[in-house]
């Protein structure tokens, strides 16, 4: 039932009513929030028979619409659900609400201050339009050579100042080798050395002034619509308007894979590295695992007897709280059988390792038994093989390599063997069969027609 509550002007005159529709109550019994309306008297309305019956008609409207469902009851902004929606994430999926802070500044200069019961679909186009049409600028460092010749001057290593700044050694390498850090790397280095920062690294702007791509539009997308998604679960707002809204199409780009010949040049090349390195890219090639798995592979991971890998750890980096292990994507574990030639390579490996480390005899190092090590014997972080197939990629004149392209040929190599898709989703670790046919549909295609040629060479073209 509505009722309607009274508001005066200080001279004692209503003015306007709140209208307050009922909603229950609760487990406990206490009544919940009502629906609520704003109805300001007309200036027109002087006779009070007149004001009676227009507030009765709109109460009678609002209270219908309540029960249609087609009001909310949550009146806060979109930047304060959008908050509210990463706390209850929580901290389980560090990396997911890492990338969701990072979507909160655009949000909260553009869309961010409008009520969720206010929110429409035409507010999140323009938002959308204008993502395409202005990029955003990033902020970057750069190191002079005085930072190198600051650090030598002071005879430090990269594992000392990491020790002084609180960065990951690859961190403090990558600063020293003059590519791009966050000014907040450069601050800290620039501390530890007692310099200021602009002594010791240069600025410089980065970014594009014509947009966001669409794929990164459909980013700041799908988190709205998860957001407005859980309001709308919760009775909070009457619908998710980001049903309708609009957002760009992305170009779809098939994976690129690796030929066989060019996984043989790889291999060949991988002779003359460090054989942590060789075991790394052999793996990639071997099992199509993503990079944070491989990373988190632990010597127990590995069942020598059966020839299997348990996948079961993924190990991720997020700005503030560092390295630090997950479960696979898709929160599954999974088993991958392993060839005679990678079981004998990893056994190898293994026993290189352990001489290695009875050599170090330092109590505690690599307590996990994590394959790949830092040098302190804490866990790689998963980007530091990016920076490592890019100086090998230059350095041996070989085709384009990044760790997922590895994955990409695995799955290519099976399908042209002719290996069904349920059999190479389960290995990829898909949680459905339809993600692998969507990202390797132009090669399903290709193995298609190759099944359809053997086909009709089996049935037409030999019986001649």
Known sequence: MATAVPYKDKDGNIVSYQIQVFRGRDSSGKKLKPYTMSWKIPETYKSEKTIKKALEKAMGEFESECKKGNVAVDRSTLSEYCRHYIELKGSNKKKSVAFYNSLLPRIDDEIGH?????????????????????????????????????????????????????????????????????????????????????????????????????????????????????????????????????????????????????????????????????????????????????????????????????????????????????????RKSRLISISDEMAALLKEYRAAQAKELELFGISGYNEEEYLFIQSNGKVMNPSSLNHWCKRFELAEGLPHIYPHKFRHSQASILFYSGIDIMTVSGRMGHAQASTTGNIYGHVLKTADRGASDALANALYRNHG
């Open 114 to 330: 409008i009520r969720l019961d206010q929110l429409n679909a035409n507010h999140l186009d323009k938002f959308y339009l204008k993502l395409q049409k202005e990029g955003r600028r990033d902020t970057k460092a750069v190191a002079k050579e005085n930072l190198i010749a600051e650090r030598n001057k002071q005879k430090l290593t990269n594992k000392a100042i990491s020790d002084l700044t609180g960065l990951t050694p690859t961190t403090v390498g990558i600063a020293m080798k003059q590519r791009h850090v966050n000014l907040s790397t450069a601050e800290k280095l620039s501390a530890a050395l007692g310099k200021k920062v602009s002594a010791l690294f240069d600025i410089v702007i980065l970014g594009e002034q014509d947009g966001l791509s669409a794929k990164t539009i459909n980013h700041y997308h799908t988190f709205i619509h998860s957001v407005l998604q859980t309001a709308y679960k919760k009775g909070s707002v009457p619908t998710n308007v980001a049903d309708r809204a609009t957002v760009p199409t992305i170009q779809k780009k098939e994976a690129e894979f690796f030929e066989i010949d060019e996984i043989i040049q790889i291999r060949t090349a991988l002779e003359r590295y460090p054989f942590k390195y060789r075991v790394m890219i052999c793996l990639l090639v071997d099992t199509g695992i993503r990079r944070g798995e491989l990373f988190g592979l632990r010597w127990s991971s590995i069942n020598f007897e059966q020839q299997q890998i348990l996948i079961d750890r993924n190990i991720q980096w997020v700005k503030g709280a560092g390295l630090y292990a997950d479960s696979p994507k898709g």
